[in-house]
């Protein structure tokens, strides 16, 4: 994997206005992307000549490339059949988690990521609901 940026004089100079497509250089690797704060200004510099919806897709790539990938965006027909398989099984198989991302045209790993973070919600709230249950008690018994 390599940096994308714009192809830009390595003198300083701004980018050409012409290039709207990020090139690819062979010469900075993804490992080393880090250790050249210099390349990632002049990708910021160039930022300034891409129209808004093109800006939006490069920052992702970005975003890509610091080590993060797009976050995925649940419809609320997902969501509700997520949901409902959720209530039957907390723990689905992989056979199942498989047939649920051709049936919601999403990867597994993202829906068996879902689970995690739905299971670990369910668990924080059921902390905090007994917490609460345990507050009102102590309350309760230094009000008698």
């Known amino acids: 994997m390599v940096l994308k940026y714009c192809i830009c004089d390595f003198a300083g100079e701004d ?9 690819i250089s062979y010469a900075i690797p993804l490992f080393n ?19 808004v919806n093109e800006k939006l897709s490069y920052k ?28 039957v099984n907390s723990y689905p198989g992989i056979d199942v ?12 790993d993202r829906i068996q990521i879902w689970f ?5 919600k369910l668990k924080r709230s059921h902390r905090e609901s007994q917490f609460l249950m345990v507050k009102n008690n102590l309350s309760q018994n230094m009000i008698k």
């Open 116 to 120: 995690q973070n739905r299971r670990a």
């Open 60 to 87: 992702r790539e970005l975003s890509w490339y610091r080590g993060r990938r797009p976050r995925t965006a649940f419809t609320r027909s997902q969501i509700e059949i997520l949901e409902n398989v959720f209530r």
């Open 97 to 108: 988690r498989e047939e649920l991302a051709q049936k919601l045209d999403l990867d597994e």
């Open 15 to 23: 980018c050409n206005p012409c290039l709207r497509f990020p090139a």
């Open 33 to 51: 992307a880090i250790s050249y704060p210099e390349a990632e200004e002049r990708v910021r510099k160039c930022e300034n000549y891409f129209a």
